[in-house]
């Protein structure tokens, strides 16, 4: 027997601000309960394996550099304009010290939250 990952919880301070960002980011529906919490959905058509985030308020500030993270990919595989969009919609870009040569780019998200978009897919 094994497990799968059924989804991406992410604890957060600004239920609202997260909710929008991520949603944008991805694409997603919100879910808003009213347990404080929220569920981000992946659109109707979205590839199989898809998770939906689970947005978790309480969350204290983040003083270190996340444990984990998620990878994005940019659909349309343009990295440079995805990374633009991101910005855009309030993530920055983030240090963790990478390489320039890497084949991804750190971003942060509004409560710095660190995540990448890969230039390349991951190999199996």
């Not at 799968?4 to 909710?19: C, F, G, K, N, S």
């Amino acid at each position: 027997m094994t497990s799968r990952i059924a989804q991406w919880t992410l604890d957060v301070r600004d239920l609202e601000v997260m909710a929008t960002f991520w949603s944008r980011a991805l694409g997603y529906t919100v879910d808003a309960g009213d347990d404080g919490c929220a569920k981000l959905l992946p659109p109707a058509g979205a590839p199989h394996g898809s998770l939906p985030v689970w947005l978790q308020a309480g969350a204290p500030v983040k003083r270190e550099k996340n444990r984990n993270h998620p990878d994005l990919v940019a659909e349309d595989g343009d990295v440079d304009a995805e990374v633009d969009r991101l910005v855009g919609l309030g993530a920055r870009r983030a240090d963790v010290g990478q390489q320039p040569d890497d084949p991804f780019v750190v971003l942060a998200d509004p409560e710095d939250n660190e995540f990448c978009i890969l230039r390349r897919s991951p190999s199996p």
